[in-house]
Nanobody, 124 residues
Framework: VQLQASGGGLVQAGNSLRLSCAASGLTSRSNTWAWFRQAPGKEREFVAASFRGTNIYYADAVKGRFAISRDNAKNTVNLQMNSLKPEDTAVYYC???????????????????WGQGTLVTVSS
């Protein structure tokens, strides 16, 4: 299984970016997909997850601004990020799991597969 994240870049505060994560070797619609991020000097934190194609969860810090979506036909998951803030600056990682349970969906340790990360920098 390989995950390939893309779409990061430098944007001004208030603008938008769309991240994408393409998967190979992971085709089941019941998989859980998620995005995490890690700012310099900080721990990796949960951003958003699509749990087995049924429920969607967001971190409070991004709720109402970010949207996770999945395209099962293309085997990709996207993260639309609107109204970006300087505090959103981080390396963003996509992650996936075939067997994660709901209580662990926000824990990065519970995911089996990871993309390489894509840097998002938001200037003020």
């Amino acid at each position: 299984v390989q995950l390939q994240a893309s779409g990061g870049g430098l944007v001004q505060a208030g603008n938008s970016l769309r991240l994408s994560c393409a998967a190979s070797g992971l085709t089941s619609r019941s998989n859980t997909w998620a995005w995490f991020r890690q700012a310099p000097g900080k721990e990796r934190e949960f951003v958003a997850a699509s749990f087995r194609g049924t429920n969607i969860y967001y971190a409070d810090a991004v709720k109402g601004r970010f949207a996770i979506s999945r395209d099962n036909a293309k085997n990709t998951v996207n993260l639309q990020m609107n109204s970006l803030k300087p505090e959103d600056t981080a390396v963003y990682y996509c992650a996936a799991s075939r067997s994660i349970i709901l209580s662990s969906v926000k824990r990065h340790q519970a995911y089996d597969y990871w993309g390489q990360g894509t840097l998002v920098t938001v200037s003020s």
